[in-house]
Nanobody, 120 residues
Framework: EVQLVESGGGLVQAGGSLRLSCAVS????????MAWFRQAPGKEREGVACIRRSDDSTHYSDFVKGRFTFSSDTAKNTVYLQMNSLKPEDTAVYSC?????????????WGQGTQVTVSS
């Protein structure tokens, strides 16, 4: 059974940091490309960062560039999102996703998400 389980969310003051984790079971990271998405209340889900399987490059949305870092640990079959200099507008449910596609699209497996709340 495939499972993606996020953790690490919480309440933090503006300017603070959090590290989210996404533990994967049911498949190994080598065969998939991972991504982080977020959804704020009343807004559509948006991509935060993704790894493109075709060249193993990492891509960030403009609103997190320079603040967030996407990393992975294949030994632990876990990916991470280090979030620094957090802003109130970063408040959202953050979810990880996996795709076998060569680009950042067609995500077939999703986690349930973890809440991140940034206070001003």
């Amino acid at each position: 059974e495939v499972q993606l389980v996020e953790s690490g969310g919480g309440l933090v003051q503006a300017g603070g940091s959090l590290r989210l984790s996404c533990a994967v079971s049911g498949f190994t990271l080598e065969g998939y490309a991972m991504a982080w998405f977020r959804q704020a209340p009343g807004k559509e889900r948006e991509g935060v960062a993704c790894i493109r399987r075709s060249d193993d490059s990492t891509h960030y949305s403009d609103f997190v560039k320079g603040r967030f870092t996407f990393s992975s640990d294949t030994a632990k079959n876990t990916v991470y999102l280090q979030m620094n200099s957090l802003k109130p507008e970063d408040t959202a449910v953050y979810s990880c996703a996996a795709t076998r596609a060569w680009g950042c699209y067609d995500y077939e497996f999703w986690g349930q998400g973890t809440q991140v709340t940034v206070s001003s």
